[in-house]
């Protein structure tokens, strides 16, 4: 009796151990899995690394817009280049630069009555760079252009064109010096350009009771 009753309690201990083992052993195998189970874990965290690097391949992406920055800089260029265009405005100033001043107009122009001293009435007109000479009578006329003037030297020269009848002036190409005081003009005459004979008798046009040649009196009829 004693000795089965040590059996069972050796039965019985012996099925304890085997219990507590295996709970051991599963407990072991379910802590190793989950150690994997935690490998697991870290590998997709690497994955989420690598997600990572995608981002970082939009980036290069973004860089690709900048390159676009580059086209933009190149139509900059492109604006530079029209910029350039504005140097023909440059050329068009240098043109202008070469535009000759226009002097002023004669100071004589109009329409003038001959006073004297000799000769027969008519009218001297002195305007568009031409000086007509008519006779009252209409008995004769000359035109002339004025090739040449100067208002401060009091100066002119004219170049015979068309004459009709006993005209006056005499000659083909004929100097001038002028005198102007007021409403009467005083002309002095002589043949050959940039000769200018010297004004001898203003208002006149006599030394004594001598006329002087080509010398003639105008009132302005203007």
Known sequence: M???NLARTFMLVGSLSVGVWSCNKSSGSNAGTGGTAGQGGTGGASTGAGGATGSGGASTGAGGATGSGGAS???GGASTGAGGATGAGGASTG???????QPDAFEVDGTWAYLGPSDTPHSL?????AMVYTDEAGQWSSNWTIKDYDNGLHHFEVVFESG???YLPVGQNMSGTYDLNGPILTVQLANGLASYPPMQSPGSCTEGST?????RVYVSQN
């Open 2 to 4: 004693r000795a089965a």
């Open 73 to 75: 800089t190149g139509a």
């Open 95 to 101: 043109a202008g630069g070469t535009t000759t001043v």
């Open 125 to 129: 007109k002195i305007s568009n760079g």
């Open 164 to 166: 009709t009848g006993t």
């Open 211 to 215: 006329f002087i040649p080509d010398c």
